[in-house]
C-alpha cells in the first residue's frame, strides 16, 4: 500500500523560508524504476496546481511562479520528497500535497495524472 505523508508547513512572513517533506513508503522499487514525485498545492477557491516534479530518472520541473525560489529533491536513502521554499509571498499561500505516479513521462503534471497522494499540509504566508 503507497503511502505519502507530508510534514512542514506552517505559518511564515513575506520573504520567510519553509522546508516540507514527504515520507514515502509502499512504492516498490521506486528508486530503481520510473516514478514520477511531485508538490500540488490548491488555494482557498482555487483549483489544484503543480508545483514542481521530479522523476527518479533525474529530470525537474518547476512551475514559472516559483522558479528560482523553491527546491524540489528526492532522497532515496530516506524515501523522502523534499520541497524548500524561500523568498515566500502571500500567493504561496495554500494546502501542498505531495503526490506520485509511475512511468516515465512526469509532464504535464496534472491532478488527474497521480495516482497517489499525502493528506496535505498547510502553508500560510502573511504580509
Known amino acids: 500500500q503507497v503511502q505519502l505523508v507530508e510534514s512542514g508547513g506552517g505559518s511564515v512572513q513575506t520573504g520567510g523560508s519553509l522546508s516540507l517533506s514527504c515520507a514515502i513508503s509502499?512504492?516498490?522499487?521506486?528508486?530503481?524504476?520510473?516514478?514520477?514525485m511531485a508538490w500540488f498545492r490548491q488555494a482557498p477557491g482555487k483549483e489544484r496546481e503543480g508545483v514542481a516534479v521530479v522523476s527518479t530518472l533525474g529530470s525537474i520541473k518547476y512551475t514559472d511562479s516559483v522558479k528560482g525560489r523553491f527546491t524540489i529533491s528526492l532522497d532515496g536513502g530516506k524515501a523522502t520528497l523534499l520541497l524548500q521554499m524561500n523568498s515566500l509571498q502571500p500567493e504561496d499561500t495554500a494546502m501542498y500535497y505531495c503526490?506520485?505516479?509511475?512511468?516515465?513521462?512526469?509532464?504535464?503534471?496534472?491532478?488527474?495524472?497521480?495516482?497517489?497522494w499525502g493528506q496535505g499540509t498547510h502553508v500560510t504566508v502573511s504580509s
Open positions: 503526490a506520485a505516479r509511475g512511468g516515465y513521462w512526469c509532464l504535464p503534471q496534472l491532478p488527474q495524472n497521480f495516482a497517489y
Open positions: 509502499g512504492l516498490s522499487g521506486y528508486t530503481s524504476s520510473a516514478y514520477c
